[in-house]
């Protein structure tokens, strides 16, 4: 055993085949197949994909018989046409290489298109249901077109035949101010451009009343950067109005669901974002005949109404001259008996009224003059007779005083009241009184 050993230890020596580390043999594998299939394009069914932390996608791709690794880097994921699914049918460019860790061959992707126009559809159907399920396409959503928008936007490339129809479509029809945000309309790009451009007029200070997505006709390929989620949901965002005209009337792309409205080719754009001048003023001047005519027409058919009712209710004049004449009437009688009223009652008024001091002085002086005359006439008759009887009152009175009972010795008892005491008893009871004597003497006493 020790000897077989040995021996093919010495055969090994002597083999003229270069030894290789198994790094060596791994990476020359590598080269091998990066120089042998520096680029291929290979079709197959995704399958396995997988997004790491790092941006990079792992997956394979395969057919009923095999199955090759595949490897997308971030920087390529970022310019692909569409995304990758799993169960798409795929064809894929890019160069083979392999991962010398595990020593498994793989293809590092460099572009990815659908393989088929079936496969194509399929992917646009499993969108549509996915965006429609959001409501992106709900009818509710959509925003009425203005009637005559001041400033259209339109997004579409700035050479070509489109955009030329879009503004003589519309100078023709009524003249607008047209706002054109230049894109690309295909190509990798394409998508991204064409969502920033909706997003852009959206952000604009002034913006436009209206925009107007278009291009125009392609192959499904072609009008891909229609069917991309980033522009479907910058039309469904618009917070403006969106006519999408991608293509011809045939065509139809995942932007036409979210718009609101579609419009058949971007020629029918320009003619649904404005009326025909000519024919809007063909409709005011027919408007303004019947307004006008409408008017005649009334203004004669009230004119005949107040005719009949003129005949019915007579000459006005005849009317008037007789309540004039009433009025007269009234109005003499009114006054007449105002100023009979008025005398009546100035009359009964008259005695209260106060007269002139003066004229009442001149009266009464001449009243005073001829009642002083008078008792200057009469003063003897009247005093003579009356002084007479005063002094024999006079004398009477005299003798019959007290006071000349007091000259004969009598005396006058007052009680303290000053009332004369004429009794024994009234004394008696006053306890102190008052003796008054001749020629007003008075004396107080007290009883003892």
């Given amino acids: 055993m020790t000897e077989d050993l040995f021996t093919a230890a010495k055969e090994t020596k002597r083999s003229n085949v270069p030894e290789m580390s198994v790094s060596e043999l791994a990476f020359s594998l590598k ?6 299939y520096g ?7 995704l399958s396995g994909l997988k997004l790491a932390s790092s ?3 792992y997956g394979d791709v395969k057919d009923d018989e095999s199955v090759i690794n595949i490897v997308c880097w971030k920087g390529t ?14 064809i894929i460019t890019g160069k083979m290489t392999s991962y010398p860790k595990n020593s498994r061959y793989q293809l590092v992707i460099e572009s990815m298109e659908l393989a088929g126009e079936g496969a194509l559809l399929k992917m646009l ?4 249901k996915k965006l429609a399920a959001e409501g992106l396409f709900e009818e509710n959503r959509k925003k009425p077109i203005p009637y005559l928008p001041d400033v259209i936007g339109v997004v579409t490339s700035p050479t070509g035949a489109v955009i030329r129809d879009i503004i003589h479509r519309i100078s023709e029809r009524f003249p607008r101010h047209i706002l054109v945000w230049p894109v690309a309309v295909q190509g990798e790009n394409a998508g991204r451009q064409i969502a920033e451009a909706i997003h852009g007029f959206n952000a604009m200070e002034n913006k436009p009343d209206l925009i107007i997505v278009a291009r125009g006709g392609g192959s499904l390929e072609d009008l891909m950067a229609f069917n991309e989620e980033i522009v479907v949901r910058a039309a469904a965002d618009s917070v403006i109005p969106l006519i999408s005209a991608v293509g011809h009337e045939t065509d139809t792309t995942l932007i036409d669901y979210a718009a609101d409205l579609r419009a058949p080719t971007p020629t029918g754009a320009a003619e649904r974002s404005v009326p025909v001048r000519l024919e809007l003023l063909g409709f005011v001047r027919e408007a303004q005949n019947r307004l006008t005519n409408g008017i005649t027409r009334r203004t004669g058919e009230l004119a005949s109404r107040l005719e009949t009712l003129r005949a ?4 006005p004049t005849k ?3 007789l309540k004039t004449q009433n009025l007269d009437n009234s109005a003499s009688k009114l006054l007449h008996g105002f100023e009979r009223s008025l005398s009546r009652k100035s009359q009964s008024l008259a005695p209260l009224v106060p007269r002139h001091p003066r004229s009442l002085i001149e009266e009464k002086s001449r009243y005073l003059g001829l009642v002083d005359k008078s008792l200057t006439r009469i003063k003897p008759v009247i005093f003579k007779d009356p002084e007479n009887k005063l002094v024999l009152a006079t004398r009477m009175l005299e003798s019959l005083s007290f006071k000349k009972v007091l000259e004969r010795g009598y005396t006058v008892v007052r009680g303290p009241d000053g009332g004369v005491i004429s009794s024994a008893q009234d004394a008696e009871k006053a306890g102190e009184f008052e003796i008054e004597f001749k020629a007003n003497g008075r004396v107080k006493a007290r009883k003892a």
């Fill in 319 to 321: 009317l008037l001259d």
């Fill in 31 to 36: 080269r091998t197949l990066e120089e042998t």
């Fill in 77 to 90: 994921m970022g310019k692909l046409s569409l995304r990758p699914e799993d169960g798409l049918d795929v």
């Fill in 39 to 45: 680029r291929v394009r290979v079709r197959g069914e």
């Fill in 55 to 57: 941006g990079h996608l």
């Fill in 125 to 128: 159907e499993d969108r549509r």
């Fill in 312 to 315: 019915k209710l007579g000459d």
